[in-house]
T-cell receptor
Framework: QQPVQSPQAVILREGEDAVINCSSS?????VHWYRQKHGEAPVFLMI?????EQKGHDKISASFNEKKQQSSLYLTASQLSYSGTYFC??????????FGTGTRLTVIP | NAGVTQTPKFQVLKTGQSMTLQCAQD?????MYWYRQDPGMGLRLIYY???????DKGEVPNGYNVSRLNKREFSLRLESAAPSQTSVYFC????????????FGQGTRLTVV
């Protein structure tokens, strides 16, 4: 039930954009996005509840295609602080929450 | 406001030993989760509990047992530790309503030798 994320890793220069994709083999109730810094716990970024929903958080936004069982996270004009591992979390049933394998994002000056 | 508290933070076990990882939350959340994190594998769900008195298996439950002692506490037990259980374990909680986030504890780094 673990969702599949791509790419596994990406390196950006400050100011560049990135897209992280998440897909599930099961129908989704909702999609979560989290960021984890090295040695720390994952921290919540945003949650998407409805198909077609899009959300933004500063220069980080996400979309949810319920029909395709996919979500994408968009990072615009990346900053050094965006570095970390990004996880999508998918809810496929009552109160479960499965996470993907993660995407390691490195932003360099 | 402590949030989600895990104990211990670090533990070394010998193969075959048993131990219990403790997790407590003070946010009155209904849902609680246990994950393990291994390099390249992401966060894998071991067990979860939608409410006090209920538990369900996740993706990798073999070798583990859980107890939802009350609404606050959700423990993970390794009855006979194996080197393959060396990992970082995270506990998380959520209110149980669809539009709310999960909060994570700081993790337990477990090494089985």
């Amino acid at each position: 039930q673990q969702p599949v994320q791509s790419p596994q890793a990406v390196i950006l220069r400050e100011g560049e954009d990135a897209v992280i994709n998440c897909s599930s083999s099961k129908a989704l109730y909702s999609v979560h996005w989290y960021r984890q810094k090295h040695g720390e716990a994952p921290v919540f970024l945003m949650i998407l509840l409805k198909g077609g929903e899009q959300k933004g958080h500063d220069k980080i936004s996400a979309s949810f295609n319920e029909k395709k069982q996919q979500s994408s996270l968009y990072l615009t004009a990346s900053q050094l602080s965006y570095s970390g591992t990004y996880f999508c979390g998918t809810v496929t049933g009552a109160n479960n929450l499965f996470f993907g394998t993660g995407t390691r994002l490195t932003v360099i000056p | 406001n402590a949030g989600v508290t895990q104990t211990p933070k670090f533990q070394v076990l010998k193969t075959g030993q048993s131990m219990t990882l403790q997790c407590a939350q003070d946010m009155n959340h209904n849902s609680m989760y246990w994950y393990r994190q291994d390099p390249g594998m992401g966060l894998r769900l071991i067990y979860y509990s939608a409410s006090e008195g209920t538990t369900d298996k996740g993706e990798v439950p073999n070798g583990y047992n859980v107890s939802r002692l009350n609404k606050r506490e959700f423990s993970l037990r390794l009855e006979s530790a194996a080197p393959s259980q060396t990992s970082v374990y995270f506990c998380a909680s959520a209110s149980g309503r669809q539009n709310t986030e999960a909060f994570f504890g700081q993790g337990t780094r477990l090494t089985v030798v």
